[in-house]
């Protein structure tokens, strides 16, 4: 899993592989993260029972191993 520096100022550092990954170049807004709470939170939202779900648990665990 490849993790980002918080510096004393709040400034985060992401790691170089991951902003060529989701091509992110200065300047750029990026969302938060969200969090399997944020998720499960969530279940049902879009009457898919559930397969959406799945799909962004999957996504984010494929996330976590980068």
Not at 6 to 15: D, F, H, W
Not at 23 to 30: C, D, N, S
Request: positive net charge; contains cysteine; aromatic residues 4%.
């Amino acid at each position: 899993m490849k993790l980002a520096k918080v510096t004393t100022r709040g400034r985060v550092t992401i790691p170089t592989s991951l902003r060529k990954k989701h091509k992110l170049t200065p300047g750029i807004k990026v969302n938060s993260l969200v969090t399997h709470e944020e998720i499960k939170a969530n279940i049902g939202f879009l009457g898919t029972k559930g397969k959406f779900l799945k799909a962004l648990m999957r996504e984010k665990k494929f996330e976590c191993e980068l």
